[in-house]
T-cell receptor, first 110, second 117 residues
């Protein structure tokens, strides 16, 4: 089982749609969880950290289920500018370095 | 604009060349990283420096040689590379790197796009 797994997509959605991404991780000792966003030919940038209680930032909601080792990202009212690859990132537990999922590509169409 | 600066943005080199990639941050971060990213793949960790000491080397071939001259600078020296080493090399920094509970937000530079002929 890969350390961090994501559905690669692409997810093609119309503007205004709600879209959800899922991610599973294999190391139960992982402590830190993040969603990063990467635009084409650009560097990854932190979108949001994921906390045990779940957290929301505007149109974005992240949730963590430790029992199932599962992280989600919900985007409401999608904008054209949300088009990007969304990377699920988890710390490796033993050494603390961050492991990146392969990313889920989102394309929001007019 | 990113606060992590990488130079050069693009580099083309032959297999016998020696070149270096440079990275600089002035956020007072004590951890710096090199990642390699191939097209349509996630970033792969190469090296981590914490307090100017090499903490992690992810079994990277010796043709890649990292150097951390001070807490703000990180270099990656390249020698005798192969065409398959062509990729985007990303430098990143974070406030701290303390093992198990570490690795908060990573701040990435824009990357150096390397082509090996």
């Amino acid at each position: 089982r890969k350390e961090v797994e994501q559905d690669p997509g692409p997810f093609n959605v119309p503007e205004g749609a709600t879209v959800a991404f899922n991610c599973t991780y294999s190391n139960s000792a992982s402590q830190s969880f993040f969603w990063y966003r990467q635009d084409c030919r650009k560097e990854p940038k932190l979108l949001m950290s994921v906390y045990s209680s779940g957290n929301e930032d505007g149109r974005f909601t992240a949730q963590l289920n430790r029992a199932s080792q599962y992280i989600s990202l919900l985007i409401r009212d999608s904008k054209l500018s949300d088009s990007a690859t969304y990377l699920c990132v988890v710390n490796s537990g033993s050494q603390g370095n961050l492991i990146f999922g392969k990313g889920t590509k989102l394309s929001v169409k007019p | 604009d990113t606060e992590v600066t990488q130079t050069p943005k693009h580099l083309v080199m032959g297999m016998t060349n020696k070149k270096s990639l440079k990275c600089e941050q002035h956020m007072g971060h004590r951890a710096m990283y090199w990642y390699k990213q191939k097209a349509k793949k996630p970033p792969e960790l190469m090296f981590v420096y914490s307090y100017e000491k090499l903490s992690i080397n992810e079994s990277v071939p010796s043709r890649f040689s990292p150097e951390c001259p001070n807490s703000s600078l990180l270099n990656l020296h390249l020698h005798a590379l192969q065409p398959e080493d062509s990729a985007l090399y990303l430098c990143a920094s974070s406030q701290e790197f303390e093992g198990f509970s570490s690795a908060g937000e990573l701040f990435f530079g824009e990357g150096s796009r390397l082509t090996v002929l």
